[in-house]
T-cell receptor, first 114, second 116 residues
Framework: EAQVTQNPRYLITVTGKKLTVTCSQNMNHEYMSWYRQDPGLGLRQIYYSMNVEVTDKGDVPEGYKVSRKEKRNFPLILESPSPNQTSLYFC?????????????FGEGSRLTVL | GESVGLHLPTLSVQEGDNSIINCAYSNSASDYFIWYKQESGKGPQFIIDIRSNMDKRQGQRVTVLLNKTVKHLSLQIAATQPGDSAVYFCAENIKRWEAAGNKLTFGGGTRVLVKP
């Protein structure tokens, strides 16, 4: 089954404790992206990657890092989480960026930073 | 489920009626538009898309209309069913400079509640 898988789905952590949210897709997609979703603000892009070893900032990159060492994986790293990073996070992927086709989303990761 | 729509506009629809969800987009250079549906506790799911060289596209029970003159997009759902209850997002694709690729920008969403 074609899917985007995120882990963990739910996490409660404390300020400053580094964490990683993993994302993996099995569709051989070149393009991957992370979004955060907050009430009243919709989906905002954090980082995206057009292919392996190619990443770039989205609209709200502060406090986040990403890496793209393999095509299928695109982890989101919070080196020192803060309460304003409490949010619902989505990973998404699609075929190569020249194709404006459908973005496939994961099921979401709810992060709470105390 | 996840509470992602505390401040969303809400459309209440009687089961069996047609629904119309509206979206204003921001950039006249946007060349591609998508509608997504997000059910409680799940990620957004693709419904239908339309390119800027079209003004209407139909899918199964859904129709998207594009009015570039006023930068307006709408999603029509025919014979709305309980399973259509969800938050609906429009997204516009803005082509940036070549190395940066395209950018998909999402609207704030509309909650649709289907009454039995």
């Amino acid at each position: 089954e074609a899917q985007v898988t995120q882990n963990p789905r739910y996490l409660i952590t404390v300020t400053g404790k580094k964490l990683t949210v993993t994302c993996s897709q099995n569709m051989n997609h070149e393009y991957m992206s992370w979004y955060r979703q907050d009430p009243g603000l919709g989906l905002r892009q954090i980082y995206y990657s057009m292919n392996v070893e190619v990443t770039d900032k989205g609209d709200v990159p502060e406090g986040y890092k990403v890496s793209r060492k393999e095509k299928r994986n695109f982890p989101l790293i919070l080196e020192s989480p803060s309460p304003n990073q409490t949010s619902l996070y989505f990973c998404a992927s699609r075929r190569g960026d020249q194709d404006t086709g459908e973005l496939f989303f994961g099921e979401g990761s709810r992060l709470t930073v105390l | 489920g996840e509470s992602v729509g505390l401040h969303l506009p809400t459309l209440s629809v009687q089961e069996g009626d047609n629904s119309i969800i509206n979206c204003a987009y921001s950039n006249s250079a946007s060349d591609y538009f998508i509608w997504y549906k997000q059910e409680s506790g799940k990620g957004p799911q693709f419904i239908i898309d339309i390119r800027s060289n079209m003004d209407k596209r139909q899918g199964q029970r859904v129709t998207v209309l594009l009015n570039k003159t006023v930068k307006h997009l709408s999603l029509q759902i025919a014979a709305t069913q309980p399973g259509d209850s969800a938050v609906y997002f429009c997204a516009e694709n803005i082509k940036r400079w070549e190395a940066a690729g395209n950018k998909l920008t999402f609207g704030g969403g509309t909650r649709v509640l289907v009454k039995p």
